[in-house]
């Protein structure tokens, strides 16, 4: 239960008091209600320091937010907007100096939790569970939100299961029906989408898949979220683990987010012997070779020729997808493309469903004739 404790109205110009409607929790809902025994007592310093309804943890590394924190970010503004509450991000670090606070206070935030503590110096899952248990405990979150990263995959569940409760993982969406957050998320490998009611009190833990929300709809608000420091004393005890020196990628040496033309292999390919018949379009259309993520996995292509998530963000004039499903980790790379072809065998594909111009049928039959109609077309031109 969200409940708000009636707070004295001091006076003073930069306080907006007044009579609006409080979300509170009621049997597992989130139900907005005139109290008229409460007076809302609108930001600035003081009323801060109570409840938030939706808290999005931030992950950052070398001072920098990570993107699927961004998204993160778009959907608890969102879903503020749809409990009618108040959204607060919580960022994690030792000191102020590490800590990008300056970057997420552009967001349009109510406030900015920012935990301080020598012991989150480096991530372990210990630290950060203690700290966020106190964080969510102490504001009474409503719903904690993460982008469904490495790191969240690792201590997440554990946060969950320290506040008892179950935390719902790599959702790619929500819709709000019936005062009620319904969740999406894919079972069986993505063959079918299930929805996921919350039952129970809060707080609700979700992840969300990266791409579920696309990071430039987060809202922007000129730094006018409060921030509020949380020092912290964690014992160095607490901590089981010792981090090691954190993977580096292998740097990049494409650039694919410039190219117009991208032609991308996925394991419809079948084998590796078969990215000759890729490049063979690629080079007569001008383009770039891209691949899917098995396809660099099994080293058919190099890593640096991944498009998604994990991989490269491309917006190319064309894209021509072959062989490819269309899951959405790849679609998150791809899907700001201007014009995309697909060839796929199975018309069901979700590549499909974000295709211009969609051609269901084997890649091998395919594709040699069009290179060949390519070559003859640009030859006469
Ligand atoms: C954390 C995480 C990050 C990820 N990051 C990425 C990422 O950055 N990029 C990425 O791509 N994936 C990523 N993935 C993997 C992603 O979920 C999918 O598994 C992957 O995109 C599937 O690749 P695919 O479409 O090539 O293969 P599949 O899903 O196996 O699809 C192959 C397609 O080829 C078609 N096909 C088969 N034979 C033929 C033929 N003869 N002619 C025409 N069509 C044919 C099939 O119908 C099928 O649709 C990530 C996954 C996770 C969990």
Excluded at 119 to 148: C, M, P, S, W
Aim: proline content about 6%.
């Amino acid at each position: 239960m969200l409940a708000r404790s009636p707070v004295a109205r001091p006076s003073g110009p930069w306080l907006d008091t007044g009579r609006i409607p409080v979300p509170h929790w009621e049997k597992g809902k989130l139900v907005r209600k005139h109290d008229h025994n409460v007076h809302i007592i609108r930001l600035k310093r003081f009323f801060m320091s109570g409840p938030v309804d939706v808290l999005v943890f931030i992950e950052h590394q070398a001072g920098k937010i990570i993107r699927a924190s961004r998204e993160a970010l778009a959907a608890g503004q969102r879903l503020a907007k749809d409990t009618g509450g108040r959204v607060a991000a919580v960022i994690l670090g030792e000191s102020a100096e590490g800590i990008p606070t300056a970057e997420l206070a552009q967001a349009r935030l109510d406030e900015i939790l920012q935990v301080e503590s020598p012991a989150l110096r480096e991530y372990t899952a210990d630290g950060f569970v203690l700290a966020l248990n106190k964080v969510v405990r102490e504001r009474q979150a409503g719903y904690v939100l993460f982008g469904h990263t490495y790191q969240a995959r690792d201590f997440a569940p554990r946060l969950a299961a320290t506040l008892e409760r179950c935390l719902v993982s790599d959702c790619l969406g929500y819709r709000w029906q019936d005062e009620r957050c319904v969740l999406t998320r894919q079972m069986f490998q993505g063959k079918l989408n299930a929805d996921v009611e919350l039952l129970g009190d809060p707080p609700y833990l979700i992840s969300f898949q990266a791409g579920s929300f696309r990071e430039d709809s987060v809202e922007r608000d000129d730094g006018h979220a409060r921030v509020s420091r949380v020092p912290l004393n964690l014992p160095a005890e607490s901590i089981r683990t010792r981090p090691g020196e954190r993977f580096r990628e292998a740097r990049q040496t494409v650039d694919l987010s410039q190219a117009e033309i991208i032609v991308a292999a996925g394991r419809g390919i079948k084998a590796p012997e078969n990215v000759a018949l890729v490049k063979s379009l690629a080079e007569a259309l001008g383009g770039e070779m891209g691949a899917s993520r098995p396809v660099c996995d099994n080293g058919w292509l190099p890593m640096d020729r991944q498009i998604g998530s994990s991989g490269q963000t491309v917006a190319p004039r064309l894209y021509v997808a072959l062989g490819i499903s269309g899951a959405i980790q790849h679609q998150v790379g791809m899907k700001g493309s201007h014009t995309i072809v697909a060839i796929n065998k199975d018309r069901e594909a979700p590549i499909f469903e974000i295709a211009s111009y969609g051609i269901v049928g084997d890649l091998f039959q395919i594709v040699p004739p069009l290179t060949e109609e390519i070559k003859k077309a640009k030859g006469s031109s």
